[in-house]
Structure formats: structure tokens, C-alpha cells
């Protein structure tokens, strides 16, 4: 079965610190995504990267980057220079095979404090 | 586009109480699916629809039934709800293929309190 740990549950920090949001996943399967959601203090949830487990290249949009290791099972999510608007809840997800299921971290917690 | 929509946003239920929680999307994905958001939890995978006709069960579906008559509704009906079930349910979709590739698209969530 799949899982996804997110040992962080709450970080704070101060505004244009950099932050690191560590994600280690389990699966047997050989093909299989990862994704980053943020939930901010409104509510929804916002889909931020998807990456398939054959595609290992570091992305960075903007401000926002992740690092994916399949040597080590992890996805992890860095935010440069934090600012108040990134104060959110992030998860990190799995997805495998036809029935699309998305297994999900418990999330963290992120305070960007001004 | 309207996306993915959510009916209520909030209610507050008895135990013992039924009711529907309504779901609609209007993107034409084949894929549907429940969650429930509880503090420290995470989003749980409750039941889910890879078209219509066709639902299966997730990580926690008791208490819990679904149907898909059509492409764009996906109704979760609570039989007789319970304090347990107080929580924050968000229904997404999404495209399907067969290998769990597409992002999923989620509504604004419906905030449940049971008493």
C-alpha cells in the first residue's frame, strides 16, 4: 500500500527566510505521480506540481522549487524567500494506477510570520 | 467553467440524521471522488467513481454510501450520521488513464457538524 509522511506538522518562520517542506513516500509500483497541494486560510485546495516517478529533474517555478529523489523516496518542496501569502497548509500525494486514488500526507503547516 | 461544485457549505446535523451532500462538476472528467479533512488527518480517500455506473470503496467508507448516474454528479449520502463524521468533506475529479496521472480538481468543501 501506498504512504506518504510528512514528519514537519507545523513550521513557522519570518518572512523572506527560506523554507524546506519534507515529503518520503512508500510504493511498490514503478509508475506513479507526486503531487504538491496548498490549502490556504480560505480553505480550497490549490494544486501546485505534479511529477512522475521517471522524470527526476529538479523544477522551480518563480519563488517555488522541488526536489525529487528517488533514491531516497522523497519530494521535497522549498520556498525561497517566504512572504506572509505562502502562510498554508501543503500536502503532499501519490497517485497510482487506473483507479486515479490519491493518498495524501497529513500535511504541514506553514506560518510566515511578518 | 464553474469546476467542481459543492452543496451546502456548511450544515449542521442530529445524530442519527441523513442527508446528501451534492456534487457536481462540469469538465467532463470521468474520475470522481470523496474526502474528509480532519485535524491532523490528512485528506481521506472515502469512496470513489472512475465513471459512471461504476463506484468503489476508499480508506474509510463506512457510514457512508455514493452512486453516479451520470458523468457530472456524485452524491455522498450519509445513512445516519454520527459525531465521528464531523468534518470537512471535499469532492474532486479529474481526467483518467491508467496510470493516476492527472491532478485532481477539488470544490470548495462542505463543513459538517454533528451533534
Known amino acids: 500500500a501506498q504512504k506518504v509522511t510528512q514528519a514537519q506538522t507545523e513550521i513557522s518562520v519570518v518572512e523572506k527566510e527560506d523554507v524546506t517542506l519534507d515529503c518520503v513516500y512508500e510504493?511498490?509500483?514503478?509508475?506513479?505521480?507526486l503531487f504538491w497541494y496548498k490549502q490556504p486560510p480560505s480553505g480550497e485546495l490549490v494544486f501546485l506540481i505534479r511529477?512522475?516517478?521517471?522524470?527526476?529533474q529538479n523544477e522551480i517555478s518563480g519563488r517555488y522549487s522541488w526536489n525529487f529523489q528517488k533514491s531516497t523516496s522523497s519530494f521535497n518542496f522549498t520556498i525561497t524567500a517566504s512572504q506572509v501569502v505562502d502562510s498554508a497548509v501543503y500536502f503532499c500525494?501519490?497517485?497510482?494506477?487506473?483507479?486515479?486514488?490519491?493518498?495524501f500526507g497529513k500535511g504541514i503547516t506553514l506560518s510566515v510570520r511578518p | 467553467n464553474a469546476g467542481v461544485t459543492q452543496t451546502p457549505k456548511f450544515q449542521v446535523l442530529k445524530t442519527g440524521q441523513s442527508m446528501t451532500l451534492q456534487c457536481a462538476q462540469d469538465?467532463?472528467?470521468?474520475?470522481m471522488s470523496w474526502y474528509r479533512q480532519d485535524p491532523g488527518m490528512g485528506l481521506r480517500l472515502i469512496h470513489y467513481?472512475?465513471?459512471?455506473?461504476?463506484?468503489d470503496q476508499g480508506e474509510v467508507p463506512n457510514g457512508y454510501n455514493v452512486s453516479r448516474s451520470t458523468t457530472e454528479d456524485f452524491p455522498l449520502r450519509l445513512l445516519s450520521a454520527a459525531p465521528s463524521q464531523t468534518s470537512v468533506y471535499f469532492c474532486?475529479?479529474?481526467?483518467?488513464?491508467?496510470?493516476?496521472?492527472?491532478?485532481?480538481?477539488f470544490g470548495p468543501g462542505t463543513r459538517l457538524t454533528v451533534t
Open positions: 474532486a475529479s479529474s481526467p483518467s488513464d491508467r496510470l493516476g496521472s492527472y491532478e485532481q480538481y
Open positions: 510504493t511498490r509500483d514503478t509508475t506513479y505521480y
Open positions: 511529477r512522475n516517478s521517471f522524470d527526476e
Open positions: 500525494a501519490h497517485s497510482t494506477g487506473a483507479n486515479s486514488k490519491l493518498t
Open positions: 469538465m467532463n472528467h470521468e474520475y
Open positions: 467513481s472512475v465513471g459512471a455506473g461504476i463506484t
